[in-house]
């Protein structure tokens, strides 16, 4: 074989290698790249249950009610018997401010309701006791000389002594007349008067009343049992007065005030906890007094707790531009474990239907306006139309299209599937096949490949 012949040979062996490679690089693309998709589903039964629908939102645990406590007035203390932490029951005496200013005070109330009452009784009764036995021997004398008048009237004969007798009767009649009339006039009671005088002894008496209320007052008494939070005030020091502030924890309040004046103590109720909770202005309008509740809290691992809505806002809150309506869900029952401040995880159930058909949503499909589902029975899937009712958290009413027990057949993804490989026992080779080695043909040949070690 001449050099010619020798080169020919050796460029069709390349073609060949080099148009095999390409084959054998594209069926192993071919055969793995590709792929396809198809629906994962499940059988899921129809059951008889409740449906619920809920909205949920965290909030913040305070006492149902929060009481500022103050004394009336203002004033020294002179003892102070609680601190914080302390629990209280009703009527307990807490603390005392100097009473002498409220016991002047009252005993000058009580001087004038004594003064009111003396008006009141002269009005009643005009005449004095002096005054009465005066007018009372007045009209005795007055009588006596009409009596012996009428006697010598009686002894006279004589026409002349007969006049002169007649004319003392008729003097000593007169007298008579004038002093009774002269004393009905005094004894005469005035009603305006005694209406005047009535009236100032009805404030004398609401004085002496206010009077004592503010010497009681000067010892400050727990109004009802509960924890004391905190003292803010010494012996010794001034507190303020203003009295008791009360603050139940109502969904738009805040924490409770008593005005410019710093509270002496706060009493918390902590029997009676609530949860404070802002929920989505999309969520509030399903939610109403009287709607019951699942709370959970964070440190009270596993406890699953219960509840009723009791109030709910009328008017938003904004906070950083996000619209919120506060609502106030009492605990059924407090653990021992809940405190203030907690955060707690609120979900109002809004709407329920109890002895219903359900099933879970993602097996109903809707497509204008109507409702169906794919049930299976004895191995067969058929398209049922149904009638919904409910649509809960996680499952559907159906009202009517499915009974207890049928076979739904429920979409639960998209997976992907890829071809196995046609050629399963060709072996995929990684680098080149051949080469040009050693500079050229005589050289090194092919890289190992068609025509060995070449030719020098």
């Not at 693309?29 to 590709?34: A, F, L, Q, R, T």
């Not at 159906?398 to 049928?406: E, H």
Request: hydrophobic letters at 40%; a neutral charge; aromatic letters at 2%.
């Amino acid at each position: 074989m001449n050099m010619r012949t020798r080169t020919i040979v050796i460029y069709s062996t390349l073609t060949v290698a080099v148009v095999g490679a390409g084959g054998l690089a594209y069926g192993a693309i071919d055969s793995s790249g590709s792929s396809s998709t198809k629906t994962a589903t499940r059988l899921v039964s129809a059951t008889v249950g409740t449906v619920s629908q809920t909205v949920s939102a965290t909030g913040t645990v305070q006492p149902a009610t929060s009481l500022d406590l103050n004394f009336a007035n203002g004033g020294v203390l002179t003892a102070v018997n609680v601190k914080a932490g302390d629990k209280v029951n009703t009527g307990q005496v807490l603390a005392s401010i100097d009473p002498a200013k409220a016991k002047v005070a009252l005993e000058s109330a009580q001087a004038a309701q004594g003064a009111a009452q003396q008006k009141l009784d002269q009005a009643k009764n005009p005449l004095t006791a002096s005054e009465q036995a005066q007018a009372a021997a007045s009209l005795a004398q007055a009588q006596a000389q009409l009596d012996a008048a009428n006697q010598q009237l009686a002894a006279a004969t004589s026409p002349s002594d007969l006049a002169k007798a007649q004319t003392a009767v008729n003097q000593a009649q007169a007298n008579l007349d004038s002093v009774k009339a002269a004393n009905d006039a005094k004894a005469t009671v005035d009603p305006v008067a005694v209406a005047q005088a009535q009236a100032a002894l009805n404030q004398a008496v609401l004085n002496v009343t206010e009077a004592q209320k503010d010497l009681d007052a000067t010892t400050l008494k727990a109004p009802s049992a509960g924890t004391i939070s905190v003292v803010n005030f010494a012996v010794g020091q001034t507190v303020g007065g203003g009295g008791n502030s009360a603050s139940s924890s109502s969904s738009s309040s805040g924490s409770a005030s008593s005005g410019s004046s710093k509270a002496f103590a706060t009493l918390l109720d902590l029997d009676h906890m609530v949860v404070k909770v802002g929920f989505a202005e999309a969520d509030a309008g399903k939610v109403a007094a009287g709607q019951p509740a699942t709370l959970s809290i964070d440190s009270l691992t596993g406890q699953r707790l219960t509840g009723t809505v009791s109030e709910i806002d009328t008017v938003s809150t904004v906070v950083s531009n996000v619209v919120t309506y506060n609502a106030i869900v009492a605990f059924d029952s407090v653990p021992t474990a809940v405190k203030p401040g907690m955060t707690a995880n609120v979900s109002v159930i809004t709407a329920s239907r109890d002895n219903v058909v359900e099933v879970p949503s993602a097996a109903i499909s809707t497509s204008g306006g109507a409702s169906t589902v794919t049930v299976r029975t004895n191995g067969k899937d058929t398209v049922r139309t149904v009638e919904t009712g409910l649509k809960g958290d996680g499952t559907t009413e159906v009202a009517s299209g499915l009974n207890d027990g049928d076979q739904v057949v429920m979409s639960v993804g998209v997976v992907s599937t890829s071809a196995s490989n046609r050629n399963t026992g060709t072996q995929t080779r990684t680098g080149t096949v051949g080469g040009f080695g050693g500079g050229g043909f005589g050289g090194g040949g092919f890289g190992g490949g068609a025509g060995g070690g070449g030719r020098g």
